[in-house]
């Protein structure tokens, strides 16, 4: 398409993420022209549909059919992106879709092969993913070293991100929240699939993943709220990934450790202590039975006014459209494949107490999924409470 002509978007789900993130970042936008809002909560449409100076919806197929959207943003829960991906797809409409992809690998699955399906039909078509934790810029900075090879073969990573503190009440403002029906997961679902991500996007897939989730151990939930994995990746590094929503205060704190030194990234700072020379050369050439290699101590500077965040990816999404180009995107949305399967890998390790090669037996979970589904009792005390991070309201259904 010209960048001359406005492109029509549409926006389904207005809670937290869609009405108080991506609803501002349109406003803002002059390339695009926003032809309808969609929340199945009547009082959200309208309300944004007002803000928005366009036609509120209530089930995503009226959307669909009635307001001649080119790209639509998908900002719903998790179990609804996959049947609005799909009907967007087979309809030849763009899609930016929130984190994750989907609940599990079979549903990440289904959505790519339709994208697969219309692209071939529609070779334009994009697809994208909201991974806005690509474009920070620390986040840039450690893409940018690991990628230079400068801390030689890596060895190990440590990653350890406690700084995910929710309280009951916060679990309690959503029926759907921490229910395995209706968000399909605690922490690895909701908090950290950024965080699964970029692990994969600095380091790549493990080959095998051993994973210890506490299914409520600190809240009154039916899913994880506290996970440590571990992974093994087939070049000989490790990594360690550790979670949790209930410290505070928590830490935030990566460790990589390569054969020419380490980084640590904390606190918004890039330590690296390079080595003079390559530690598994040294193990078995020192004449020293203690001694450590030289390292020299040294602060990474890193650019922070770059574009970034949302409004960012939301740019390149609509540039990639604009110009016909997928690789201007942040992320593919098929990458979102990768740490969704990371999480169901590590989950159901846990569940099955064994280590998982990959690629994962997809039916397997999604089996035990159903499973923990069908045999569910779990009783909440749901509060009203405006403490969502992400939309609370399904879309897609006209039921």
Same mark, same amino acid.
């Given at each position: ?15 937290? $993420? ?24 009547? =009082? ?6 007002? =803000? ?12 669909? @059919? ?17 049947? $609005? !991906? ?20 079979? @549903? !990440? ?83 950290? %699939? ?11 897939? /493990? ?17 994880? @709220? ?22 505070? %205060?928590?830490? #935030? ?16 700072? $890039? ?5 003079? !020379? ?13 001694? #450590? ?17 949302? /409004? ?12 016909? @180009? ?11 494949? #990768? ?19 990959? %690629? $994962?037996?997809?039916? !397997? ?20 409470? #405006? ?13």
């Amino acid at each position: 398409m010209s960048a001359a002509t406005k492109l029509k978007v549409g926006i389904v789900g207005l809670g937290a $993420i869609g009405g108080g993130v991506h609803v501002p970042i349109l406003k803002g936008l002059d390339r695009v022209e926003v032809v309808g809002v969609c929340d199945i909560v009547k =009082e959200k449409a309208d309300q944004y549909g007002a =803000e928005l100076q366009t036609q509120a919806y209530y089930h995503v197929v009226d959307l669909f @059919d009635e307001s001649g959207l080119e790209a639509i943003i998908i900002a719903v829960p998790h179990y609804d992106h996959t049947a $609005i !991906a799909i009907e967007a797809f087979e309809r030849g409409i763009h899609v930016l879709c929130e984190k994750p992809i989907a609940v599990h690998v079979n @549903d !990440a699955k289904a959505i790519i092969a339709a994208y697969e399906k219309a692209k071939a039909k529609q070779p334009d078509l994009i697809f994208g993913i909201m991974f806005q934790e690509r474009t920070l810029p620390f986040h840039r900075k450690l893409k940018e070293i690991v990628a230079s090879g400068e801390l030689g073969r890596l060895m190990r990573v440590t990653w350890v991100n406690t700084k995910w503190f929710r309280s009951q009440l916060y679990f309690d403002s959503g029926d759907w929240r921490a229910t395995w029906a209706g968000e399909g997961g605690g922490i690895l679902t909701n908090q950290c %699939p950024h965080n699964l991500d970029l692990y994969q996007w600095l380091f790549g897939m /493990p080959s095998h993943v051993h994973g210890f989730a506490h299914i409520g151990k600190y809240h009154n939930i039916e899913v994880e @709220d506290e996970v440590t994995a571990y992974f093994e990746h087939e070049n000989g590094m490790i990594g360690h990934f550790i979670v949790t929503t209930a410290e505070s %205060p928590g830490t #935030n704190r990566m460790e990589i450790v390569g054969e020419f030194g380490n980084l640590i990234f904390e606190n918004d700072k $890039i330590i690296i202590n390079k080595g003079r !020379a390559s530690m598994i050369h040294h193990i078995q050439d020192t004449p020293t039975k203690f001694e #450590n290699i030289e390292t020299w101590y040294t602060e990474v500077p890193v650019k922070l006014n770059v574009p970034h965040n949302h /409004p960012y990816v939301m740019e390149r999404f609509i540039s990639a459209i604009e110009n016909g @180009d997928e690789s201007l995107l942040i992320a593919h949305g098929t990458e979102g494949i #990768n740490g969704l399967t990371l999480a169901n890998s590590i989950m159901l390790s846990s569940f099955n107490k064994t280590t998982i090669e990959l %690629p $994962i037996d997809a039916d !397997a979970y999604e089996s035990k999924l159903q499973e923990l589904i069908k045999r569910s009792k779990y009783k909440k005390n749901t509060v009203a409470a #405006n403490l969502v991070e992400e939309d609370m309201t399904s879309s897609f259904s006209k039921a």
